[in-house]
C-alpha cells in the first residue's frame, strides 16, 4: 500500500505510526496562553498597586501614618547630612537624595514598611565612584557625575522591573548578601573613626580597611577636639539606645511606648545637642576649633535634567553593574525581609519599578543613588505605620529642614555626623549567632560569606560583592553539575507496635527505598537496608537532568552496573588480541579469582529510574540515557529494560518517549536524539554478532519484552488518565490503568516497577 505524505514525513522523522500520544506545543500555548486584554489590564493594575488600598483609607491608618512618617523623617534629616559625606558630597545633596524618593516610592510600593533614600553601603560606592572617575576626568563635578549615575542605573533597575524579570535576583543567596553587607559596615566604620578623632584629612581613609585601621591606630595621638564631640556623640547614641531598651523590657505598656520614640528620636537629638554646643564653642572664632558640615544652601538649587553624554556615560560604565546590584539587592532583601515579619507579600518587580522610578526622577532634582534602608524601614515598622502614604509625611519633614533649618546645618560638627554613620553601619553587622547560624545550615555558604566579608576588609567594597556574586554562581553550576543522586535498597516499615490491632487485621507493613549505605546521618544507624532483586539496579534522581549534569549520571549509572552485575559474555578465555582496545582485563596473576568473584555476581536484568525529583530534562539528558542504556546492553550483552518512576511532567514523558524509552523496544532515530557524525545514529556495537542478537530480542513479541505489560497500575473505578495530552484507549468495567497502557515502563512509583520487572521476569 502506497503511503501518504503525512506518513512519508513521520517516517522520514522517525516517528513511528504507534508511538504513544504525549503533549504537544500547542497543548503548552493553550494551557499557559493568556488573552491579551486581560494580561495588559493585569500588567497595568500591579504598576500603579495604590489604586487597591488609597480608597479604603481612613483616619485611622492617617494616625499612624502621620506618627511613622514625622518619626522617620527626623531621624532622616541628620542621616542623610551624614551619608552624602560617605558620597563625597556636599551635605544638600544628601537632603536633595531624602524627599523625592519617600514621594515617589509611595505610588508605586508594594511594602509598607520600606523607607527609600540615601543608605550608608550605596553612599559609600557612590563616593568611590567619583573618586575612581575625577581622577582621570576634570571636565565635570561630582553632583554631575552622581546624579548622572543615579539615572542610569535607576533606568537599568526601572527597565528590570517593567520586563518583569526580577527573578534574576534569586540567584544570590542570603549569606552572600549578609557577607558583603558585613563587609561593607566594617569597612565604612573604619573608615569613619578617623572622622570621629579628627585625623581624617592625615592619611587616606578610602584605601583598604585594615590599612585604614592601622593609620588609624597610628595617628591616634594627633587626635583634637573633634574627638570630643565625636566619641560623645557615639557614646550618647549608644546610652540612649541601651538605656531605653532596659526600659522597654522592665516596663511593658504606656512606658515603653514613650521609651520607644525616645530611642528613635536619639538622631536627632545628639545632632541638636552638639550642635548648640559646637556653636558656642565655634561662635566667636574667626576660624572654627573643629571641622564643620558648612554652609547649607536653602531649598531646592539643583532643579534641572541630568547631564548625559557619550564620555561621561564611557567614564562611569564600569562602575555601573555594583552600583546596580546594590541598589536593588539591599532594596529587596529589605523589603521581603519585613514582608515576613509583618505578613504581607511584596512583589519583587514592583519594587524595582519604585527603585528605578525613585532614581530616575531623583536625577532631575540632583539625587545621587537611594535604596532602601533597613535602620530606617525598622524605625518605620516599629512606629505603626499603616500604608505606604507614611512617605509623604516623612518627605515633607525633609522639605521643611531644607527650607527652614539650613542655616542652622552650618554649624553641626562632622564628628557627631561620623558617629551617626558608625552608629547606623553596626546594625549591618551579621552577629556571632547569625553566622554561626549559616555554618549549620550550610558549610560552603559560610565560606561564601566569610570570603566576601574578607575581600570588603582587605581590598575594597566591589571586590566583596564581585567575590559573593561569582561564588555564588560557581556553587549553583556544582550543585546542578554533580547533584547528589542515590541508589536505592528496600526496607520495610510498620505502625509503632509492630502489630496489627487483630489477628485478622490486615497488615499495615509497607515497603520505603531509601540510599544504600546508611551512613548520611538521615536514617536510623541500626536499619539494615536490602539491597534491591539481583540483576536490577534503582537510582533516584535529586535534580534535573540536565546538560551539566548528564554525562555525570550517565557515568555513576555504568560504573554501578560493572560493579555490581557481570559481563554477559565470558571473557576469561578471550585472548589480549580479541580484547577491546580501552578493557585490557585484570593482570593475569589476578585473573583467576576476578573471574571467580564476576561469576558470583548477576547478570543485569533492568534499570529502574526514580524521576520523581526530576523537573526538567532537556535533550543531552536523553541521549545521555541512550547512551547509558547502550554500554549497559554492551556490558550486559543483551537488552536491559530500562523502567521509570515518578515522572511529574508531560514534558519529561514526551522527552522519553522520543528517545525510545518508555515500551522496550526502541526503534528508528530514537536510538540517537543528538549524533555527533552523522550516519551513525544506530547501535554501534563492535560485535556485530551481539548487535544482531540484541535487535532480534527487541523485535520478540510484547509479551516477552514488556514485563510491565500485565502490571499496569489500577486507579479507581470510573476516573480519568493522569495523561491530559492522552486519551484512553481502552474502556474497562472495573477499574482504568492510572497511567496510559501505551508505555508499560513508566510507573506511578517505585514498587509498581519492581514489581513489574519480577513478573516480566516470571512469566520469561
Known amino acids: 500500500m502506497s503511503q501518504t505524505l503525512g506518513e512519508r514525513v513521520r517516517a522520514y522523522l522517525g516517528i513511528e505510526e504507534d508511538e504513544p500520544e504525549s503533549v504537544s506545543v500547542r497543548d503548552y500555548f493553550k494551557g499557559s496562553g493568556k488573552a491579551v486584554g486581560p494580561f495588559?489590564?493585569?500588567?497595568?493594575?500591579?504598576?500603579?498597586?495604590?489604586?487597591?488600598?488609597?480608597?479604603?483609607?481612613?483616619?485611622?491608618?492617617?494616625?499612624?501614618?502621620?506618627?511613622?512618617?514625622?518619626?522617620?523623617?527626623?531621624?532622616?534629616?541628620?542621616?542623610?547630612?551624614?551619608?552624602?559625606?560617605?558620597?563625597?558630597?556636599?551635605?544638600?545633596?544628601?537632603?536633595?537624595?531624602?524627599?523625592?524618593?519617600?514621594?515617589?516610592?509611595?505610588?508605586?510600593?508594594?511594602?509598607?514598611?520600606?523607607?527609600?533614600?540615601?543608605?550608608?553601603?550605596?553612599?559609600?560606592?557612590?563616593?568611590?565612584?567619583?573618586?575612581?572617575?575625577?581622577?582621570?576626568?576634570?571636565?565635570?563635578?561630582?553632583?554631575?557625575?552622581?546624579?548622572?549615575?543615579?539615572?542610569?542605573c535607576g533606568f537599568i533597575v526601572l527597565a528590570i522591573g517593567l520586563f518583569r524579570v526580577g527573578w534574576i535576583i534569586e540567584f544570590i543567596p542570603q549569606p552572600a548578601v549578609s557577607g558583603y553587607m558585613t563587609g561593607s559596615a566594617l569597612n565604612i566604620a573604619a573608615g569613619q573613626i578617623p572622622g570621629l578623632l579628627g585625623t581624617s584629612k592625615l592619611f587616606n581613609t578610602k584605601a583598604a580597611t585594615y590599612q585604614v585601621i592601622i593609620n588609624t591606630l597610628k595617628y591616634l595621638p594627633q587626635s583634637d577636639l573633634d574627638a570630643a564631640f565625636g566619641v560623645s556623640s557615639l557614646a550618647l547614641l549608644y546610652g540612649i539606645k541601651w538605656?531605653?531598651?532596659?526600659?522597654?523590657?522592665?516596663?511593658?505598656?504606656?512606658?515603653?511606648?514613650?521609651?520607644?520614640?525616645?530611642?528613635?528620636?536619639?538622631?536627632?537629638?545628639?545632632?541638636?545637642?552638639?550642635?548648640?554646643?559646637?556653636?558656642?564653642?565655634?561662635?566667636?572664632?574667626?576660624?572654627?576649633?573643629?571641622?564643620?558640615?558648612?554652609?547649607?544652601?536653602?531649598?531646592?538649587?539643583?532643579v534641572h535634567t541630568p547631564l548625559i553624554s557619550k564620555s561621561l556615560l564611557a567614564a562611569i560604565g564600569p562602575h555601573i553593574p555594583v552600583t546596580t546590584i546594590v541598589m536593588l539587592l539591599e532594596h529587596i532583601s529589605i523589603a521581603k525581609s519585613f514582608g515576613r515579619l509583618n505578613g504581607y507579600k511584596i512583589d519583587p518587580n514592583q519594587e524595582l519599578v519604585a527603585i528605578g522610578v525613585n532614581n530616575v526622577v531623583g536625577s532631575c532634582f540632583s539625587a545621587y543613588p537611594s535604596t532602601g534602608s533597613f535602620s530606617r524601614s525598622a524605625l518605620k515598622s516599629k512606629s505603626g505605620v499603616r500604608t505606604p502614604l507614611a512617605g509623604v509625611a516623612t518627605g515633607i519633614v525633609v522639605?521643611?529642614?531644607?527650607?527652614?533649618?539650613?542655616?542652622?546645618?552650618?554649624?553641626?560638627?562632622?564628628?557627631?555626623?561620623?558617629?551617626?554613620?558608625?552608629?547606623?553601619?553596626?546594625?549591618?553587622?551579621?552577629?556571632?549567632?547569625?553566622?554561626?547560624?549559616?555554618?549549620?545550615?550550610?558549610?560552603?555558604?559560610?565560606?561564601?560569606?566569610?570570603?566576601?566579608?574578607?575581600?570588603?576588609?582587605?581590598?575594597?567594597?566591589?571586590?566583596?560583592?564581585?567575590?559573593?556574586?561569582?561564588?555564588?554562581?560557581?556553587?549553583?553550576?556544582?550543585?546542578?553539575?554533580?547533584?547528589?543522586?542515590?541508589?536505592?535498597?528496600?526496607?520495610r516499615i510498620q505502625p509503632e507496635g509492630g502489630k496489627t490491632a487483630s489477628p485478622g487485621a490486615h497488615s499495615h507493613a509497607r515497603e520505603v527505598y531509601v540510599p544504600i549505605g546508611n551512613n548520611n546521618g538521615v536514617l536510623n544507624r541500626d536499619i539494615d537496608v536490602e539491597a534491591p532483586p539481583p540483576g536490577i539496579i534503582v537510582y533516584r534522581f535529586e535534580e534535573s537532568f540536565l546538560y551539566p549534569n548528564a554525562s555525570y549520571i550517565n557515568d555513576r549509572l555504568v560504573d554501578r552496573v560493572k560493579a555490581e552485575t557481570r559481563r554477559g559474555k565470558d571473557y576469561s578465555g578471550i585472548s589480549a588480541g580479541d580484547r577491546p582496545w580501552n578493557d585490557p582485563g585484570p593482570k593475569q596473576k589476578d585473573a583467576a579469582a576476578l573471574y571467580e568473584a564476576e561469576r558470583a555476581r548477576p547478570l543485569l536484568r533492568a534499570i529502574i529510574l526514580d524521576f520523581s525529583a526530576v523537573a526538567n530534562i532537556d535533550t543531552?539528558?536523553?541521549?545521555?540515557?541512550?547512551?547509558?542504556?547502550?554500554?549497559?546492553?554492551?556490558?550486559?550483552?543483551?537488552?536491559?529494560?530500562?523502567?521509570?518512576?515518578?515522572?511529574?511532567s508531560p514534558w519529561i514523558r514526551r522527552a522519553l518517549i522520543a528517545g525510545g524509552f518508555g515500551r522496550g523496544q526502541p526503534r528508528g532515530t530514537a536510538l540517537e536524539v543528538a549524533p555527533v557524525v552523522p550516519g551513525y545514529a544506530g547501535d554501534n556495537f563492535a560485535d556485530p554478532a551481539m548487535r544482531a542478537e540484541i535487535a532480534?530480542?527487541?523485535?520478540?513479541?510484547?509479551?516477552?519484552?514488556?514485563?510491565?505489560?500485565?502490571?499496569?497500575?489500577?486507579?479507581?473505578?470510573?476516573?480519568?488518565?493522569?495523561?491530559c495530552s492522552t486519551p484512553r484507549r481502552n474502556s474497562f468495567s472495573g477499574s482504568i490503568p492510572l497511567l496510559d497502557r501505551a508505555t508499560p515502563f513508566f510507573h506511578f512509583d517505585i514498587p509498581e516497577a519492581l514489581s513489574s520487572v519480577e513478573r516480566g521476569t516470571q512469566t520469561r
Open 243 to 302: 538605656s531605653m531598651d532596659w526600659v522597654q523590657r522592665r516596663y511593658p505598656g504606656r512606658r515603653a511606648r514613650i521609651a520607644f520614640f525616645i530611642q528613635a528620636l536619639r538622631h536627632g537629638f545628639v545632632v541638636i545637642l552638639f550642635t548648640i554646643i559646637s556653636w558656642r564653642v565655634n561662635v566667636n572664632h574667626k576660624t572654627a576649633r573643629i571641622l564643620l558640615v558648612g554652609t547649607v544652601p536653602s531649598g531646592l538649587q539643583e
Open 620 to 648: 543531552t539528558g536523553v541521549q545521555n540515557l541512550i547512551d547509558t542504556r547502550k554500554a549497559v546492553e554492551r556490558w550486559a550483552d543483551r537488552p536491559v529494560e530500562f523502567h521509570f518512576a515518578g515522572i511529574l
Open 696 to 723: 532480534h530480542a527487541r523485535e520478540e513479541p510484547d509479551e516477552e519484552v514488556a514485563s510491565g505489560a500485565d502490571s499496569e497500575e489500577k486507579g479507581i473505578a470510573g476516573s480519568r488518565s493522569s495523561d
Open 399 to 491: 522639605i521643611v529642614a531644607l527650607y527652614a533649618v539650613a542655616p542652622a546645618f552650618y554649624w553641626i560638627p562632622n564628628a557627631s555626623l561620623a558617629a551617626l554613620i558608625i552608629h547606623a553601619v553596626a546594625d549591618l553587622v551579621a552577629s556571632p549567632k547569625q553566622s554561626f547560624g549559616f555554618w549549620r545550615v550550610s558549610p560552603v555558604e559560610y565560606i561564601i560569606f566569610v570570603g566576601a566579608v574578607l575581600w570588603s576588609i582587605f581590598y575594597s567594597i566591589e571586590s566583596g560583592i564581585y567575590w559573593s556574586l561569582a561564588t555564588s554562581v560557581v556553587l549553583l553550576l556544582f550543585r546542578m553539575a554533580r547533584p547528589k543522586g542515590n541508589f536505592l535498597g528496600r526496607v
Open 40 to 152: 495588559v489590564k493585569d500588567y497595568v493594575h500591579r504598576l500603579f498597586p495604590f489604586v487597591d488600598w488609597l480608597p479604603r483609607y481612613n483616619l485611622t491608618w492617617l494616625t499612624g501614618d502621620l506618627i511613622a512618617g514625622i518619626t522617620v523623617g527626623l531621624v532622616l534629616v541628620p542621616q542623610s547630612l551624614s551619608y552624602a559625606k560617605l558620597a563625597d558630597l556636599p551635605t544638600q545633596y544628601g537632603l536633595y537624595s531624602s524627599f523625592i524618593g519617600v514621594l515617589t516610592y509611595a505610588l508605586f510600593a508594594t511594602s509598607k514598611d520600606v523607607s527609600i533614600g540615601p543608605v550608608a553601603v550605596l553612599s559609600t560606592v557612590t563616593g568611590n565612584v567619583l573618586t575612581s572617575v575625577l581622577a582621570s576626568h576634570t571636565e565635570w563635578t561630582a553632583p554631575e557625575i552622581a546624579t548622572a549615575l543615579a539615572f542610569i
